[in-house]
């Protein structure tokens, strides 16, 4: 398993990104907008506002995103952190002990982007995005 901090931003994580890429020396791998989600259906001038980046600086990586349009970015809750598994069935297994008392934003299902993926915030009010990625 990894641990990656995941940044939500109010339509500017592209700006954030850039400016952590300078901060901490690193570089701004991908960035995946809005436009390219599959089957989302998202307001005209939100196409391209991030949907998901990732910036590597060293041995640490970062994700990046504008929270969906008309969510609102609370500072201080605008951190989560993600899973990334090794195998779908530990994710399975983390996903049911997390979601006991949990406020599920997106049950464990496979996505557009190849993963097994779901978010939740905790009984203990942490957010968590589970990631199996299929090789």
């Keep these: 398993m990894k641990l990656t901090p995941y940044l939500m931003f109010q339509g500017n994580a592209e700006e954030a990104m850039h400016y952590y890429a300078h901060a901490l020396g690193g570089e701004i791998e991908m960035i995946q907008r809005y436009i390219d989600g599959k089957g989302m259906t998202i307001p005209e001038h939100y196409a391209n506002k991030v949907l998901h980046g990732r910036l590597k600086a060293g041995t640490l990586a970062f994700y990046f995103s504008d929270t969906f349009p ?66």
């Excluded at 002990?97 to 203990?124: C, H, N, S």
């Design 70 to 135: 008309g969510q609102q970015v609370t500072r201080g809750d605008q951190v989560s952190l993600t899973i990334e598994f090794d195998s779908e069935e530990r994710t399975d297994q983390v996903y049911e002990i997390l979601k006991v008392g949990a406020e599920v934003r997106m049950p464990l299902q496979q996505t557009f982007w190849g993963a097994k993926y779901a978010k939740l915030i905790d009984r203990y009010g942490i957010q968590w995005d589970l990631n199996y990625h299929y090789s």
